[in-house]
Each structure stands twice: as structure tokens, then as C-alpha cells.
């Protein structure tokens, strides 16, 4: 199964790429439904596109909001634009969209979003008719619905489904909470997560308002666990699933980075079972209670006592030149001193969870410290193990 994962800007596609991706999914500044992520201008995106393909790495691009009419006043050549840059395959929900695409851009594979809710075999044939070379199916699926669909379509026809990250309190997000209580269209990119907010409720007869209580931490109704299907890969790739999607445009480089590590070493072992040190990485990434969401029928598990994520370990560092056996080049993300023993994220099994100390660090003017403390200060420290550019230091 091919491994797809997020890219909000420049920084963290090139975490996707260190840690192993197969394809990585962005936007530019129009179209995409993360409008708040960094997101690419027109140059870094043929930078990406570029840096991708010789690492043999394809790229998608988002167009999934749910399109009106003044918005397709510039996509043909958006699509132009595209298109020569070499974009494998772009994503939409709209289909609309999708007829246009296939109208302009004829030979520009197209991915139906799960913003398009498919849930059953018969939207799954329409959009194969309409021109769809892969199916994003909804996340509200389980794993026999899946399958269902999976034999009801051409065996050309790819299937994905997300594996891992936040889960949204609608139809795979078709939600309007951000427009109503915000003005902020979350299907055209702009959502708030108002449903991670605490609410209350007032009975109509009554002024005063009641907190509806599950715990002394008050209720959040709407608010969902985070998707994890790490020790499920076998029972997808059994049905027939081509390609598994880690949600998370707009979370940090060390998430992307931690996640795509541990999905890449799970896919890699498969048939075999991911152990207990791969299951507990993802703990080291910001999340929140993990559920495996509707895929086994366990929805009502889903909902959240709280909105709070966790993470339980912190992203100190990242390498910027590779080790020369002596010392390394460090870009400094979080402060840590001499004496401090931090861990190694890295693809390479050599330096994976391995242990570095500091024992000395020389910052970027050339003199010896007792702390980096320098936000993105490039310095300096005493090491022999074989770190490459992208791995990354934690505690």
C-alpha cells in the first residue's frame, strides 16, 4: 500500500519525504481546505514537485472545497499551471469540479476527496463514470464496507483511506458549526474546529445555562477521538486498499515526521504486527485519545472527554548536515544544554530511538555554550553516530 502523507508547507514536506512517504498531499494559496496551513506559492510547489520526483516520491495536489461559481474563473489555469510542473494527480469533492478537470486537463489524474461522502458501491461506479482514477472513500466506513465497494469497482480504479489523525464530528467534514457560530466556511477551507470548544445547554423555559456533565472536566459532545489504525495495516491491505492517508496539513514537522516513521516501519513489516516501541511512537506525537474511528463498529467510543491533545515527548532539534563522525549540525527548535541525553527520531535503524549526549555545543558564531537557546540557531555538537540531515532530536 502506498504510505500518503501531509505537507502544510515547505518544512514539513520535506519531513514526509525524510521519514519515508510514498506520495505527499498539498495546496497552493486556492482550492485547498486547509486555508490556514502555510500552504505553497507557485514555487515551492514546482520545487516540491521536483524534489519529490527524484526521490521517486508523487505529489497531489488539493482542490477540495466545495466550489462556487466565481471560483472557477482562474482554474483553468491553475490547472495549466499543474499540469506543467508535473502534479501527479490533484483532489476534489465537487464534482463540478471534477467535470471541469476532466474537460481542461483530460490527461490529469483526478482523486475524489472524502469530502464527497462516498459510502456505498453505487457513488463509487458514478465518479469512476465521471472520470475518477482513485476513490477517497468517507471516513464513516467500516472495514466490510470498504471491501464491499473495493469488489464493486474496476480493479484499475484506486482505493485510500485515512489511517491516522483528527476526526471531525460530521460527514467526513462536511460541517457547518465553523460557518454559523464563526462566518468561517470550514468547506472552503476556513474551519475553526469549533468542534473542540466547550459547550453548554439551556432548557427553554430556564435562563440559566447547565453544563451538561460527563466528568469534572465538563462535556464536549462534539469532539472526537483521534483515528490510529497502526495495528490494522494487514486487514486493509487484505481488502484491497491501495493507498493509506495520515491527516495533518496543519500540524507541526516533528508530527509529520514521527507519524510517517512509525506507518512507514508498520508497512514495511507487514504481514507481521507492529510491536509495542513502534505503537508507543505515535504517543510521542501531539494527539488526542486514539480510537480506530468506524472502521470496526465502535463509533460510539469516538467522542472525547476532552479537547486538550497530549504529547509526550518534545522536538528539541533537527539535523541540518549529515554527521561527519565527530560532530553534527543541529538547527535548534527547543532549548536543551550540555549534559542533556536526547533522543533520536530517524528513518535509519542504525539511529532510530538510539541516545545522543550533549557534551559540548559550539553555537553559530563559532563559541562554546552551556545551552542552545536560540530559536532555529544552527550549532554545533560532539557526535559519532551516522545522524543524516532530517533526522531529528527529542526528549
Not at 27 to 41: D, E, I
Not at 230 to 244: A, R
Not at 353 to 381: C, D, R, Y
Not at 382 to 391: E, N, R, T, V
Request: net charge negative; aromatic share 8%; glycine share 6%.
Amino acid at each position: 500500500m502506498e504510505l500518503l502523507a501531509p505537507a502544510g508547507n515547505l518544512e514539513k514536506f520535506k519531513a514526509a519525504l525524510h521519514f519515508g512517504a510514498d506520495a505527499v498531499y498539498l495546496a497552493g494559496g486556492h482550492y485547498g481546505l486547509r486555508a490556514f496551513a502555510g500552504n505553497f506559492t507557485e514555487e515551492e510547489m514546482s520545487e516540491a514537485v521536483k524534489m519529490a520526483h527524484e526521490q521517486g516520491v508523487k505529489v497531489f495536489v488539493t482542490l477540495n472545497i466545495i466550489a462556487r461559481d466565481k471560483d472557477f474563473e482562474n482554474l483553468a489555469g491553475y490547472l495549466k499551471f499543474l499540469k506543467k510542473i508535473g502534479v501527479d494527480a490533484v483532489i476534489v469533492a465537487d464534482i463540478g469540479m471534477l467535470q471541469f478537470i476532466r474537460q481542461n486537463q483530460p490527461d490529469l489524474d483526478v482523486h475524489v476527496s472524502t469530502q464527497a461522502n462516498i459510502i456505498n458501491s453505487y457513488s463509487a461506479k458514478l465518479m469512476v463514470e465521471l472520470g475518477a482514477k482513485r476513490l477517497i472513500l468517507a471516513r464513516e466506513l467500516s472495514i466490510d464496507e470498504i471491501a464491499e465497494i473495493r469488489k464493486n469497482i474496476p480493479k484499475e480504479i484506486e482505493i485510500e483511506v485515512f489511517v491516522h489523525g483528527a476526526m471531525c464530528m460530521a460527514y467526513s467534514g462536511r460541517c457547518l458549526l465553523s460557518n454559523y457560530l464563526t462566518g468561517r466556511d470550514s468547506n472552503r477551507g476556513e474551519c475553526v474546529q469549533a468542534c473542540r470548544w466547550k459547550y453548554l445547554v439551556r432548557e427553554v423555559s430556564r435562563e440559566d445555562e447547565l453544563e451538561v456533565q460527563e466528568d469534572e472536566k465538563g462535556s464536549y459532545i462534539f469532539n472526537s477521538k483521534d483515528l490510529n489504525m497502526l495495528e490494522h495495516l494487514d486487514e486493509l491491505q487484505k481488502i484491497g486498499v491501495d493507498s493509506i492517508k495520515i491527516e495533518g496539513r496543519m500540524k507541526s514537522a516533528y508530527y509529520v515526521a514521527t507519524v510517517v516513521n512509525a506507518y512507514r516501519q508498520a508497512l514495511d513489516m507487514l504481514p507481521q504486527k507492529p510491536d509495542k516501541v513502534l505503537c508507543e511512537e505515535l504517543m510521542k506525537a501531539s494527539h488526542r485519545h486514539y480510537t480506530t474511528g468506524f472502521y470496526f463498529h465502535d463509533e460510539e467510543k469516538q467522542f472525547l472527554e476532552d479537547s486538550m491533545p497530549v504529547q509526550e515527548s518534545e522536538f528539541v532539534a533537527i539535523v541540518s548536515k549529515d554527521c561527519d563522525g565527530k560532530s553534527v549540525e543541529l538547527e535548534m527548535r527547543n532549548k536543551f544544554s550540555v549534559g542533556e541525553e536526547l533522543e533520536i527520531l530517524s528513518p535509519s535503524a542504525d539511529t532510530f530511538n538510539k541516545k545522543l549526549k550533549i557534551e559540548k555545543i559550539v553555537n553559530s558564531l563559532g563559541g562554546e555554550v552551556e545551552s542552545a537557546k536560540v530559536v532555529q540557531e544552527k550549532v554545533t555538537v560532539l557526535c559519532s553516530l551516522p545522524l543524516k540531515a532530517g533526522d531529528i532530536l527529542r526528549r
